[in-house]
C-alpha cells in the first residue's frame, strides 16, 4: 500500500501479508477514504487466506475468522470497511468450504478482493459521469478531506465527480480545505489535483466561510464514510460545519458516494458511531509538537451533516436530490430487485 | 516584547529601540491581538522619541512622523493600531511643539504609552465584570484565537471575561479552537489558560460544530480586532463560521472588545480591510511545510461577522444586546459628551 502518511514529501510502499498488517494499516492511516479502506479490507481477507493456503482445512477457516474479526475492529465509522467485510464472507458462503481444496479457497477471495477493487474504479467513473452535469463551466467548487483517487480504487468520489467535468471539457478550480488535523485536504487533496494538473487552491479550513461571503465558492462536494437510511452523512470532521455555511450562502453541497457507503441498518446520524482518535493529532503534527504539554484534547475525526442540508446525493445509479429516507430506500429496494433477478 | 511566535515552547523577550522595529514586530507577530498591537504601536512612538530626543528639533519631529507612518503600515485590520497612533498624536498636538525641549516631548510621550496600557488593563477588567455576568455557573465555553492577557495589556477581552466569571466563583470549562493557521489558540490560550488553571480543552477548528451538535456548548466568546459602525465584527478567520454554527444551535454568541476597537468611521464590515498572509502560513507551520510545493493558496486571516448573528457585544461600557448602528452611535456618543464635559 502508498503510506499515504508520507505523502507528498515521500512515496513509499508498505508490503503486507496478513489480514492482522492490513488492520493495522488501516487503524494508523496508512491507507484512509471509505472505498480505500473497504478495498484494503478485501485484500486483508484474501492475504490471510494466501498466507493460511497451506494450513489444515480447520486451521485456515479459524484463521480467517479471525482476521476478519481483526480487519472489523480496526475503525469504526466507514461502512464500506464493513460492507466489504460483508460481501469477502457472502462469497466465502458460496463455496464448499468441506470440499473445496484450501488453496482453491484462497484463490477465489483473491478474485473477490481484485472484483471489488476492479468495480470500485467503475463506480466512480459512473457516478463522475452522473455528477458532473451538477458543476456548471467555470465552477469554482470547495471540497474538504480527500475524496480522490487515494480515498478509493481510482478516480474519487468527489474529487472524481471533478475529474469528470473536467474531461467533459469544464474549467473547474477547486478550493481544497487543508482538513485538519491529518491534514487530507493539504497534502493529498492538493497533490492529487496538481497530479492532474487541476486547478487549486489551498486554504485553512477557516477560510471557508469568508471565501463563500465573498462570493467565491458555486457548490461544495465531499464524500461519505457513511450515509444512514434518512441521508444523514458522516465524513470527515468539518463537513458539517461546511454544509452549515453554504445553506446559509444558498451554495448547493453534494455527496458523492456509492451505495456500498449507504448503510440501510443505520436509520439516522445520531446511530452512526464516531471515531475520536489521539490528542497528538491535535496538539501538532507529525514530530512537530505546538501545544502546551499536557493539555486537555477532543479529536473525533468525523461529522453528521443532516439530510435536509445535503443538496444532492451522487451516487452509481444516479443522483438523489434533497436525500430523505423514502428516496433512499427505493434506490436501494431498486438495486435489489435487480441483484435477485 | 515576549515573542508569541515560539509560544509555549520558549519565552523569549526582545528588545526594541525604534518605531521601525517595533512596526516590523507587530508585522511578523513577535505581537499579535488588537489591543496588545495597539499598546506596542503606542510603545513604539514613545521609543522612538527618547531614540532622537538628543537629535535638533526638526529631526526629532520628521523622525517621529516617519516612525508613526512605519507603525500604521504594519498590519491593516485591528483599529486599535490606528486609535493608538491617533492618540499618541493627539497627545503631541496638546504639546508646544516648538517651545518644549524635545526630551521633556518624548517623556511626555512615553507617559502616554504608560497610559494606554495601563487604561488598557482597566477595561478588560471592567468587561470582565460587566460580562462575567452572561456566562452561567458550570459553562462550557467555546473560543476562537486568542483574545486573553497575551493578546492585551493584560487580563483579556474575551478571556478576560472568562476570568472574571471564574474570579466570580463561576466553574468555566473553555473549548479552545485551535485557530488554523496561526494556532493561536492552541499555543496561546490553552497556555495562558493553563497558567491559571482554568480547564481548557484544545479542538480542531473543524470540531466546533459537532460538539454543538452534541449540545456540549453553552456559549461562545471571541474578542475583535475591529467592529463597524452597524455592528459587523472582524475578528480572526474562522469566527464568522463559528458565529454561523452557534446561530443554528441557538448558543450566544458574544463578542469582547473595548471601545477602542469600534471604528465609527468604518460604516459595515464589508468596508474593513482584510489582511492577506504568507502561503507558508498555511502550506504548513514553522519549519514544517507539508503541502505540496508550489501549490496555489489563499490566507486571509480575518473575517466578518454580521452583528446580526452578534448575541451581544461586550464593551467597558456596558453590554450592547443585539448591536446595531444606533446602539453603537448612542455609546459613542454618551462617550464623546463625558470626555468633552
Same mark, same amino acid.
Given at each position: 500500500?502508498? /503510506?499515504? $502518511?508520507?505523502?507528498? +514529501? $515521500?512515496?513509499?510502499?508498505?508490503?503486507?501479508?496478513?489480514?492482522? @498488517?492490513?488492520?493495522?494499516?488501516?487503524?494508523?492511516?496508512?491507507?484512509?477514504?471509505?472505498?480505500?479502506?473497504?478495498? +484494503?479490507?478485501?485484500?486483508?481477507?484474501?492475504?490471510?487466506?494466501?498466507?493460511?493456503?497451506?494450513?489444515?482445512? =480447520?486451521?485456515?477457516?479459524?484463521?480467517?475468522? #479471525?482476521?476478519?474479526?481483526?480487519?472489523? %475492529?480496526? !475503525?469504526?465509522?466507514?461502512? &464500506?470497511?464493513?460492507?466489504?467485510? =460483508? $460481501?469477502?464472507?457472502?462469497?466465502? /458462503?458460496?463455496?464448499?468450504?468441506?470440499?473445496?481444496?484450501? @488453496?482453491?479457497? %484462497? /484463490?477465489?477471495?483473491?478474485?473477490?478482493? #481484485?472484483?471489488?477493487?476492479?468495480?470500485?474504479?467503475?463506480?466512480?467513473? +459512473?457516478?463522475?459521469?452522473?455528477?458532473?452535469?451538477?458543476? *456548471?463551466?467555470?465552477?469554482?467548487?470547495?471540497? #474538504?478531506? &480527500?475524496?480522490?483517487?487515494?480515498?478509493?480504487?481510482?478516480?474519487?468520489?468527489?474529487?472524481?465527480?471533478?475529474?469528470?467535468?473536467?474531461?467533459?471539457?469544464?474549467?473547474? #478550480?477547486?478550493?481544497?480545505?487543508?482538513?485538519?488535523?491529518?491534514?487530507?485536504?493539504?497534502?493529498?487533496?492538493?497533490?492529487?489535483?496538481?497530479?492532474?494538473?487541476?486547478?487549486?487552491?489551498?486554504? %485553512?479550513? &477557516? +477560510?471557508?466561510?469568508?471565501?463563500?461571503?465573498?462570493?467565491?465558492?458555486?457548490?461544495?462536494?465531499?464524500?461519505?464514510?457513511?450515509?444512514?437510511?434518512?441521508?444523514?452523512?458522516?465524513?470527515?470532521?468539518?463537513?458539517?460545519?461546511?454544509?452549515?455555511?453554504?445553506?446559509?450562502?444558498?451554495? *448547493?453541497?453534494?455527496?458523492?458516494?456509492?451505495?456500498?457507503?449507504? /448503510?440501510? &441498518?443505520?436509520?439516522?446520524? =445520531?446511530?452512526?458511531?464516531?471515531?475520536?482518535?489521539?490528542?497528538?493529532?491535535?496538539?501538532?503534527?507529525?514530530?512537530?509538537?505546538?501545544? *502546551?504539554?499536557?493539555?486537555?484534547?477532543?479529536?473525533?475525526?468525523?461529522?453528521?451533516?443532516?439530510?435536509?442540508?445535503?443538496?444532492?446525493?451522487?451516487?452509481? !445509479?444516479?443522483?438523489?436530490?434533497?436525500?430523505?429516507?423514502?428516496?433512499?430506500?427505493?434506490?436501494?429496494?431498486?438495486?435489489?430487485?435487480?441483484?435477485?433477478?
Amino acid at each position: 500500500m502508498l /503510506d499515504q $502518511r508520507l505523502l507528498p +514529501a $515521500r512515496i513509499e510502499y508498505v508490503r503486507y501479508d496478513s489480514a492482522a @498488517a492490513v488492520a493495522a494499516g488501516i487503524k494508523t492511516m496508512v491507507v484512509r477514504g471509505a472505498p480505500a479502506i473497504g478495498c +484494503a479490507a478485501a485484500y486483508g481477507v484474501a492475504l490471510e487466506a494466501l498466507r493460511l493456503r497451506d494450513q489444515p482445512r =480447520d486451521a485456515f477457516l479459524a484463521g480467517l475468522t #479471525h482476521g476478519i474479526a481483526a480487519l472489523a %475492529a480496526s !475503525r469504526p465509522t466507514a461502512v &464500506n470497511l464493513f460492507w466489504a467485510l =460483508d $460481501r469477502m464472507r457472502a462469497r466465502l /458462503d458460496t463455496l464448499s468450504l468441506r470440499a473445496l481444496p484450501v @488453496a482453491e479457497i %484462497a /484463490d477465489a477471495l483473491l478474485a473477490e478482493a #481484485h472484483a471489488i477493487t476492479v468495480e470500485d474504479v467503475q463506480l466512480n467513473r +459512473a457516478m463522475g459521469t452522473l455528477g458532473a452535469a451538477l458543476l *456548471p463551466h467555470n465552477a469554482r467548487v470547495l471540497t #474538504h478531506c &480527500n475524496a480522490g483517487s487515494l480515498a478509493t480504487a481510482g478516480h474519487g468520489t468527489a474529487l472524481g465527480v471533478i475529474r469528470s467535468a473536467v474531461e467533459a471539457g469544464k474549467r473547474i #478550480h477547486v478550493y481544497a480545505d487543508e482538513t485538519r488535523p491529518f491534514l487530507q485536504g493539504a497534502r493529498l487533496t492538493a497533490w492529487e489535483l496538481m497530479q492532474d494538473n487541476i486547478p487549486v487552491t489551498l486554504i %485553512a479550513d &477557516n +477560510a471557508a466561510g469568508l471565501l463563500m461571503r465573498q462570493g467565491s465558492i458555486d457548490a461544495v462536494i465531499v464524500g461519505a464514510d457513511r450515509v444512514a437510511a434518512n441521508g444523514d452523512v458522516a465524513n470527515k470532521i468539518g463537513t458539517y460545519s461546511v454544509a452549515v455555511l453554504a445553506r446559509r450562502h444558498g451554495i *448547493p453541497f453534494y455527496v458523492a458516494a456509492p451505495l456500498s457507503t449507504v /448503510d440501510i &441498518n443505520t436509520a439516522s446520524g =445520531d446511530d452512526i458511531p464516531i471515531e475520536e482518535r489521539a490528542a497528538a493529532e491535535v496538539t501538532g503534527y507529525g514530530d512537530t509538537q505546538w501545544a *502546551p504539554a499536557g493539555v486537555g484534547v477532543r479529536n473525533p475525526v468525523f461529522d453528521v451533516t443532516p439530510a435536509e442540508l445535503v443538496t444532492a446525493l451522487i451516487t452509481e !445509479r444516479g443522483v438523489v436530490c434533497a436525500p430523505d429516507a423514502a428516496k433512499i430506500a427505493a434506490l436501494v429496494a431498486v438495486r435489489a430487485l435487480e441483484s435477485r433477478s
